[in-house]
Nanobody, 127 residues
Framework: QVQLVESGGGLVQPGDSLRLSCAAS????????MGWFRHSPGKEREFVAA????????KYIDTVKGRFTISRDNDRKTVYLQMDSLRAEDTAVYYC????????????????????WGQGTQVTVSS
C-alpha cells in the first residue's frame, strides 16, 4: 500500500523558513516523479513545485521561485520542500504527490497526472 506522509508544517512569522518532508512507502521511490501542491481556504489547490524521478529537472510556480527549493533523497524515499522568506500568502495546507514515470520524463506540474497523495501538512505564516 502506497503511503505519502508529510511533516514539518507549523506556525511561523513572515520572513521565516520551514522545511517540509514527505516520506514515501510502498513504492519504488526512485521510479516516481514527485510534486508539492497547496490549498488555501477559498482557493483551488495549486501546483507549487515538482521534481523529476532523478532530480535533474525541477519546476516551480512563479510566486515561489527564488524562495522555495524542492529536493529529494531517493535512498531515504523522501522529498523535501525548503521554504524561505515565507509570506502570509504562503499559508495553506501543503500536499505531496507521486507519479510513476519513465526516466526521460521531467518534473510534472499538472495535478491530474499524479496518482498518489499525502494527507497534507498545515503551514501558517502570520505575525
Amino acid at each position: 500500500q502506497v503511503q505519502l506522509v508529510e511533516s514539518g508544517g507549523g506556525l511561523v512569522q513572515p520572513g521565516d523558513s520551514l522545511r517540509l518532508s514527505c516520506a514515501a512507502s510502498g513504492l519504488m521511490f526512485s521510479y516516481y516523479a514527485m510534486g508539492w501542491f497547496r490549498h488555501s481556504p477559498g482557493k483551488e489547490r495549486e501546483f507549487v513545485a515538482a521534481i523529476s524521478r532523478g532530480g535533474g529537472d525541477r519546476k516551480y510556480i512563479d510566486t515561489v521561485k527564488g524562495r522555495f527549493t524542492i529536493s529529494r533523497d531517493n535512498d531515504r524515499k523522501t522529498v523535501y520542500l525548503q521554504m524561505d522568506s515565507l509570506r502570509a500568502e504562503d499559508t495553506a495546507v501543503y500536499y505531496c504527490a507521486a507519479k510513476r514515470t519513465i526516466l526521460s520524463v521531467g518534473a510534472i506540474t499538472r495535478e491530474d497526472e499524479y496518482s498518489y497523495w499525502g494527507q497534507g501538512t498545515q503551514v501558517t505564516v502570520s505575525s
